[in-house]
C-alpha cells in the first residue's frame, strides 16, 4: 500500500480559490509535481455562497458526492451517493449551492498528457496574476489600454501564465459530464473472491480509466488493482496490517494490494492506468 489516509486525521482548512464564496477542503492525496500524471484528491466543503461559471479544464476530474446537492445547472444536479466524470476538455456548470456541499474530488492528467497544475503552484499563478488583474467570481478580468478589460477563465489565464502559451483544450467522446448512481447499478460476483462483489460504473477515455464500487462481506478480502485510488464509502477493515474505516484514502503501487474486511464494507476503485509514452 502506497498510501493510506484516514479522513479523521486530515484537518479540514480554509482555502484560497479563484471562484467565489467560502471553501474549506482537507487534502488527501497528490502526485508528482511536473509530470503528465500529477493528480490531487481532496475532500471539498462547499457552502451556499459558492459559485464557478461554466468552464472546461485540459485535465481529467471524478467526483464523489457525499453530503448535499451540487448543482451544475444545465448538466443536472450531483445527488448524495452520486460519482460523475469529469472529462478533458468539456464544459460544465455553472456550478452553484443551495446549502452545505461536501464533494471527494479528483483532478489529474488526462489521456491527452496535458498533466495537472499542483495546487500549490495554482495559488502561487493566482498570487502571480494579481498584479496584472482581478480575480472576481472565477474570472480573471484584465484591464485593456483602452479602458475596457479581458475576461478569462481563472484556470485558464493561470494556466497560461505559468506556461506562457496558450491552453489548447483536448477532445472527449463525452460531449458533457457523465453522471453515475450506483444505486442504480446491479452487483456482479467477482470472480475466485468469494464474498466480493463489484459494481462497474464504467470505463472512460483512452486512458482506460475504470470506476468501480468493490462490496465485500465481513472477513472477505478484495484486491485493489495497481495504480489505482480507492476510498471507503463505508465499513472498515485492513490492508498490509494497517487499519483503514469509513472514508478512507487508499493508493496502490504498482502491484496490486488485498483488503481484509472487518464488517461488511463497500470501497470505491478508480483504477488509473499508466499514459502510453507518447499520448496522442
Known sequence: ???????TDVPVVERQHARAGLFHSQSLLNGAEGTP????????????????????????????????DASFTRDGVMRPGMV??????????????????????????????????SEE?????VEELKAYGTFDKGVFHRPKDDGGRK?????????????????????????????????????????????????????????KLRISVLGLDAGASAQL?????????SGRGQVQGREWRQH???????SADTLVAAESSEVLELHIPHLDPAPR
Request: charged letters at 20%; proline letters at 6%; glycine letters at 10%.
Open 1 to 7: 500500500m502506497e498510501d493510506l489516509v484516514n479522513i
Open 37 to 68: 500524471e500529477n493528480f490531487y484528491l481532496q475532500l471539498s466543503h462547499l457552502h451556499n455562497d459558492f459559485f464557478s461559471p461554466r468552464h472546461r479544464h485540459n485535465f481529467d476530474q471524478v467526483r464523489v458526492q457525499l453530503v448535499g
Open 84 to 117: 460523475g466524470y469529469f472529462p478533458e476538455g468539456v464544459y460544465y456548470g455553472p456550478q452553484e449551492n443551495s446549502g452545505e456541499s461536501k464533494t471527494l474530488v479528483l483532478q489529474f492528467g488526462g489521456a491527452s498528457g496535458s498533466g495537472y497544475i
Open 121 to 125: 503552484r495554482f495559488q502561487q499563478g
Open 151 to 207: 475576461n478569462q477563465d481563472a484556470y485558464e489565464a493561470v494556466w497560461e501564465h505559468i506556461h506562457g502559451r496558450r491552453m489548447e483544450y483536448p477532445k472527449s467522446e463525452h460531449a458533457e459530464p457523465v453522471f453515475m448512481d450506483p444505486a442504480q447499478v446491479a452487483w456482479a460476483d467477482e470472480p475466485g473472491a468469494p464474498g466480493v462483489r463489484r459494481k462497474l460504473l464504467g470505463v472512460f477515455s483512452a486512458r
Open 225 to 233: 488493482a495497481p495504480n489505482s485510488i480507492a476510498f471507503v464509502l
Open 248 to 254: 478512507a484514502t487508499l493508493r496502490t503501487g504498482e
